[in-house]
């Protein structure tokens, strides 16, 4: 029987392909690679296989004399950007035997060189080959081009995600614009659910056909027969797509097993994404700490107190940091499962649990303490390994993990997670009792510049809202426009008027809080194109908001087409609260359903032919037709991003449900609250990086 096990090692399996090949060789690999790799064994794996060393993809490595092997690993097309890197690389260093892996299918360069005939073999890859014998010197040297999806990345047991993909995101009101702006008039498109694949730009079709070989590549791999759906006009795009891939046809008939597949588009909850009230350990390390450099998903911990090293302003730089990827420990991937998908309070337990086991394992002397959890108490638990370095390294995976949710405890940015969460409580019963302008002038009230008249000599108070979280905020509060009580249809007029000079006010103060910051966050770095504070023009970042709000005043719509799941909000009753009722618990709650009843907005996208005459027969028979619940095995794959609260939701749901049903999240990347933002307003959605 076919489990989510399955789905978790194909990864593992793709990258014993490339293993089989690194033996005694350079390997180079991009940085989406590099991910992937990171959580399925990481640069270990390669080591153990044999490599000689692991360098960046880049034009300013090369080898020796001594090292006459390399291996590519790239996530891109073989054109382009991509072929200039691998050449210089080649021409600066003395190869005789060259391997490339790329993880775009052969029939993916094909259509990127516009090539539509069927053809024998692998025409564009031989071609290659011959290429880097050339750049090597000599015909005779031995060259390999081959195509292996190392696309995936097992995060966890029920979590997938997929690297090369992070920046994929269903397009927004503004790129609808885009479309239409070269169309005739007659053929522009009404609404995004409109759009089909043929009129994406180029480099989106070829980034949703890379997504769908690799999806196909992972069904054939588990001999896996899929029933598609879909849920926003993004997903239903790539749920096409999959359904009438060439070669899924053929396993199709053949498969053994089967599942039902969801595609869901982020765009459908945005309000869950920028949201704090995730209570989740995962969630809170992700957004506090840094990022791994090059990484989307994995951020640094600071290893200094496993070492008997002084904190000096230097002392970072001499020590590597750790990660949150610890595949070779059974304990450590079990505390980094509760981390994800428990409850913060239970996950902070199960980590002091862990050091408190893996202390006594050990004999080290461990004060056992009882109540709150404290991160002085888990930092004096693990001070106790600097003395044994064999303890050290035997619990190294549940040590990274310990000092990451330490870190987090007593980080300077965690008090703003609070005080973001109470504004949003406060907004969320607002909206149920006031208009959107009445709520959107108490978020005006909070924009206060941190070098302001209120603000303290030191600047922003710890818990007080900065620009990023103010940025959050206004995300959070339209995506729910449309759930706030309606204007007098008589004041729509002066409303319309009223709003646009309220948002005008608030580009005013948002740009004034902006260029009083003395230090960009990563954010304000993406959103401005400023790196420092001092190439920051007042009217650069005035133009910045004000591209923000047109991109805000389309979010409150996203769910328009949808004919029954149309609102995550429930207004208060008068004794209970108004709350945010997540979008995935409603997709969970149909699919689940005693009754099995057809949802309308889960739109079946396997069926073709036969379920357009199904379609035609329903008008006067009763027509039965396919269900994501019918399946043993239920895949979702969330367009744009999951969140760890979500992942814990899924888990709850489907235990409360449909106990002993198998389901595994497959995402593009794994969020934090600020990913949002960079997703919606710096993003080129349209006109993905493609490597061309």
């Keep these: 029987m076919l489990t989510t096990e399955d789905f978790t090692h194909f990864p593992l399996q793709m990258w014993d392909k490339v293993l089989s090949k690194v033996k005694k060789a350079v390997v180079f690999m991009d940085d989406n690679c590099a991910e992937a790799l990171h959580w399925s064994g990481g640069a270990a794996a390669l080591l153990e296989a044999g490599a000689r060393n692991f360098k960046q993809f880049s034009s300013f490595e090369a080898c020796g004399a001594n090292e006459p092997k390399a291996v590519f690993v790239v996530s891109t097309l073989l054109k382009g950007i991509t072929v200039d890197i691998i050449k210089d690389i080649i021409s600066l260093s003395h190869f005789q035997y060259c391997v490339v892996f790329t993880t775009v299918a052969h029939s993916v360069h094909l259509i990127a060189n516009n090539v539509t005939a069927e053809m024998e073999g692998n025409p564009v890859f031989e071609q290659f080959e011959e290429k880097l014998c050339e750049w090597m010197g000599n015909m005779n040297y031995t060259a390999e081009v081959m195509h292996v999806p190392v696309v995936f990345a097992p995060v966890s047991q029920q979590l997938v995600l997929t690297p090369m993909f992070a920046h994929l995101f269903p397009l927004l009101s503004p790129d609808l614009g885009s479309l239409n702006a070269n169309r005739p008039e007659k053929k522009k498109f009404g609404s995004l659910i409109d759009i089909d694949m043929h009129s994406l730009p180029a480099e989106l079709q070829i980034e949703i056909k890379s997504l769908t070989s690799a999806l196909n590549a992972m069904f054939e791999a588990t001999g896996t027969r899929e029933e598609n759906f879909a849920v926003g006009p993004m997903s239903r795009i790539i749920a096409g797509e999959l359904a009438s891939h060439p070669q899924a046809k053929n396993r199709r008939k053949t498969a053994p097993n089967k599942a039902s597949i969801i595609f869901v588009d982020r765009t459908m909850d945005l309000t869950g994404a920028v949201g704090h009230h995730g209570d989740n350990l995962a969630e809170k390390i992700l957004t506090v ?404």
């Design 289 to 692: 700490l840094k990022p791994l450099p090059g990484h989307v998903t994995d951020v640094q911990v600071d290893m200094l107190e496993l070492t008997s090293l002084q904190r000096t302003p230097h002392s970072q730089n001499a020590l590597a940091p750790g990660c949150l990827a610890q595949n070779q420990s059974p304990a450590a991937q079990s505390l980094w499962e509760a981390m994800l998908t428990s409850k913060h309070k239970e996950g902070l337990m199960e980590v002091r649990r862990q050091l408190v086991e893996a202390a006594s394992k050990e004999k080290l002397p461990i004060k056992m303490s009882m109540g709150r959890v404290t991160p002085e108490q888990l930092c004096s638990y693990m001070q106790l390994f600097q003395s044994s370095w064999g303890a050290l390294e035997s619990h190294c995976g549940v040590l990274q993990l310990g000092l990451a949710t330490a870190q987090m405890l007593r980080h300077p940015g965690l008090p703003r997670w609070d005080s973001c969460l109470a504004f949003e409580r406060l907004l969320l019963q607002a909206l149920g009792d006031s208009g959107f302008l009445a709520v959107l002038r108490q978020l005006l009230s909070l924009m206060k510049p941190s070098g302001g008249e209120d603000s303290s000599a030191s600047g922003c108070r710890r818990d007080e809202c900065g620009p990023d979280e103010l940025i959050l905020l206004l995300v959070y509060l339209y995506s729910l426009a449309n759930e706030a009580q309606p204007a007098d249809h008589n004041a729509e007029g002066d409303e319309e008027e009223e709003l646009a000079k309220l948002e005008r006010e608030l580009i005013g103060a948002l740009t004034l809080v902006i260029t009083r910051e003395t230090e960009l966050s990563p954010l304000l770095q993406k959103l401005t194109g400023c790196a420092n504070p001092e190439e920051l023009t007042t009217e650069r970042a005035h133009s910045s908001v004000e591209d923000m709000f047109e991109t805000l005043r389309g979010l409150s719509h996203t769910r328009d087409h949808l004919k029954q799941l149309r609102s995550v909000y429930t207004a208060s009753d008068g004794v209970h609260q108004a709350t945010y009722r997540p979008f995935l618990r409603q997709i969970l709650e149909e699919v689940f359903h005693p009754e099995r009843l057809e949802c309308p907005d889960i739109e079946y996208m396997s069926g073709g032919l036969t379920d357009l005459l199904k379609t035609g027969f329903s008008m006067f028979m009763k027509v039965s037709r396919p269900h994501p619940s019918d399946n043993p095995l239920l895949l979702l794959f969330l367009v744009g991003g999951v969140t760890p609260s979500e992942l814990r939701l899924i888990k709850e749901i489907v235990t409360t449900h449909k106990p002993g049903t198998q389901v595994l999240v497959l995402s593009t990347r794994l969020l934090r609250p600020t990913d949002i933002p960079e997703l919606l307003f710096t993003t080129r959605r349209l006109v993905p990086d493609i490597g061309v």
